[in-house]
Nanobody, 121 residues
Framework: QLRASGGGLVQAGGSLRLSCAAS????????MGWFRQAPGKEREFVAA????????YYADSVKGRFTISRDNAKNAVYLQMDSLKPEDTAVYYC????????????????WGQGTQVTVSS
């Protein structure tokens, strides 16, 4: 199971840190990703990290502003979001994949429940 938290309301230019807590003993075997879905839009890739944390990947829209990281000892993955923009407003989901990583939703086997991020202008 995956449980995302840390969302909230923030002004443009501000920061938020999302967390995703995973249950189970094999967390370190999974690639992890963050996706987001705005109202009326499809769920889109935000960032991903391989099982060891040695490689990270970002959507062009968040590159340089967001940072994904993980702590396998704590069964957790994080998304540090800086310089937030109103267009970052969405429900953010964490997901786990048995593949090293992926940009498409179908790559992921498990999903968290989502956490709302709202950026005001």
């Amino acid at each position: 199971q995956l449980r995302a938290s840390g969302g909230g309301l923030v002004q443009a230019g501000g920061s938020l840190r999302l967390s995703c807590a995973a249950s189970g003993r094999t967390f370190s075997s999974y690639g992890m990703g963050w996706f987001r879905q705005a109202p009326g839009k499809e769920r889109e890739f935000v960032a991903a990290i391989t099982w060891s944390g040695s490689s990270t990947y970002y959507a062009d829209s968040v590159k340089g502003r967001f940072t994904i990281s993980r702590d396998n000892a704590k069964n957790a993955v994080y998304l540090q979001m800086d310089s937030l923009k109103p267009e970052d407003t969405a429900v953010y989901y964490c997901a786990a994949t048995l593949s090293p990583w992926g940009r498409v939703t179908t790559t992921y086997n498990y999903w968290g429940q989502g956490t709302q991020v709202t950026v005001s202008s």
